[in-house]
T-cell receptor
Framework: EAGVVQSPRYKIIEKKQPVAFWCNPI?????LYWYRQNLGQGPELLIRYENEEAVDDSQLPKDRFSAERLKGVDSTLKIQPAELGDSAVYLC????????????FGPGTRLTVT | AQTVTQSQPEMSVQEAETVTLSCTYDTSESDYYLFWYKQPPSRQMILVIRQEAYKQQNATENRFSVNFQKAAKSFSLKISDSQLGDAAMYFC??????????FGTGTRLQVTL
């Protein structure tokens, strides 16, 4: 069984540029999560999808971040424009359902904003 | 809001020895789950062990076991017979009715020969 796939693995951009991250969850997983992990910290939830509906986006900085999950499968997280403080690892995870179901994580995208 | 605290930024253990990582949490919920995740340098978070709050029995997975003290809101991870492959960041995490994981700041575990 394939795991959660993310691309790219690394991205370096200049501030004010746009950037997008892509995630393909495990087949059959209805719930998809995007987390941001700052250096030396644990991941923090940005947004959670149940199928194609964003059910928790309270921590998503909506002025510059956007996300979509078309057809309830793949998801894209976008930042426009990027700021220096956005440098972090962006992790995608999926689970069969929400709640206590195990979340399976992808390898993450390390973003560096210069 | 729920919080998870890991007070040990770094721990070290010799190969084949036992080490315990500490975690405390704060919540007003009665129904919740606690997890320990391992994050090696590859960055991929891997679930190590899970504990349901309603279960009194401590969870065990091979060399990994937890000491869950609900009244004290404490959830420590014990790794027995440590191996070089156990070296990683370990995160304690909580999920309750909000269905989102709240992570601690992590403990970096070094395993020495």
């Amino acid at each position: 069984e394939a795991g959660v796939v993310q691309s790219p693995r690394y991205k370096i951009i200049e501030k004010k540029q746009p950037v997008a991250f892509w995630c393909n969850p495990i087949s059959g997983h209805n719930t998809l999560y995007w987390y941001r992990q700052n250096l030396g910290q644990g991941p923090e939830l940005l947004i959670r999808y149940e199928n194609e509906e964003a059910v928790d986006d309270s921590q998503l900085p909506k002025d510059r971040f956007s996300a979509e999950r078309l057809k309830g499968v793949d998801s894209t997280l976008k930042i426009q424009p990027a700021e220096l403080g956005d440098s972090a690892v962006y992790l995608c995870a999926s689970s069969y359902m929400g709640g206590a179901y195990e979340q399976y994580f992808g390898p993450g995208t390390r973003l560096t904003v210069t | 809001a729920q919080t998870v605290t890991q007070s040990q930024p770094e721990m070290s253990v010799q190969e084949a020895e036992t080490v315990t990582l500490s975690c405390t949490y704060d919540t007003s919920e009665s129904d919740y789950y606690l997890f320990w995740y391992k994050q090696p340098p590859s960055r991929q978070m891997i679930l190590v062990i899970r504990q349901e709050a309603y279960k009194q029995q401590n969870a065990t997975e091979n060399r990994f076991s937890v000491n869950f003290q609900k009244a004290a809101k404490s959830f420590s991870l014990k790794i027995s017979d440590s191996q070089l492959g156990d070296a990683a960041m370990y995160f304690c995490a909580y999920t309750g009715t909000a269905s989102k994981l709240t992570f601690g700041t992590g403990t970096r575990l070094q395993v020495t020969l």
